[in-house]
C-alpha cells in the first residue's frame, strides 16, 4: 500500500499563486509516475499534470504555461506551481501516483485524499 499526503491548498484571489505538495511512502513499492489530477463541482476528475518514469511532464491544455510539475524521487514528492490562478481552477486537487510492488512487478494506482484550491475573482 502506498499512502499519499498533499499539502497546500487553500483560497486565492484571481492571478494568484499556489504551491501544492505530495508526499508518497510505503513500503516495498517503487513509484513510476506522480502528477495530479483535479475534480470540480459536479464535474469528473481530470488530468492536471503527471510525470511518468523518466519522460517530459505531461500537461492539460488547460494549464499549459500555467502550471509547473516537478517531482524529487529521493523523497518521493512531487509539487505543482500553480500561477495565474483562474476562478475555474477552483477544484478539489488530487496527488496520483503509479507504483510498482517489488517482487511481483505488478502496478498500481493510488490516490491521496485531495486538497481544495479555491480562487475567487
Known amino acids: 500500500q502506498v499512502q499519499l499526503v498533499e499539502s497546500g491548498g487553500g483560497l486565492v484571489q484571481a492571478g494568484g499563486s499556489l504551491r501544492l505538495s505530495c508526499e508518497a511512502s510505503?513500503?516495498?513499492?517503487?513509484?513510476?509516475?506522480m502528477g495530479w489530477y483535479r475534480q470540480a463541482p459536479g464535474k469528473q476528475r481530470v488530468l492536471v499534470a503527471r510525470i511518468v518514469g523518466g519522460s517530459t511532464p505531461n500537461y492539460a491544455e488547460f494549464v499549459k504555461g500555467r502550471f509547473t510539475i516537478s517531482r524529487d524521487d529521493a523523497k518521493k514528492m512531487v509539487f505543482l506551481q500553480m500561477s495565474s490562478l483562474k476562478p475555474e481552477d477552483t477544484a478539489v486537487y488530487y496527488c496520483?501516483?503509479?507504483?510498482?510492488?517489488?517482487?511481483?512487478?505488478?502496478?498500481?494506482?493510488?490516490w491521496g485524499q485531495g486538497t481544495q484550491v479555491t480562487v475567487s475573482s
Open positions: 496520483w501516483t503509479l507504483a510498482t510492488r517489488t517482487g511481483t512487478g505488478d502496478s498500481y494506482q493510488y
Open positions: 510505503g513500503r516495498f513499492f517503487l513509484i513510476n509516475g
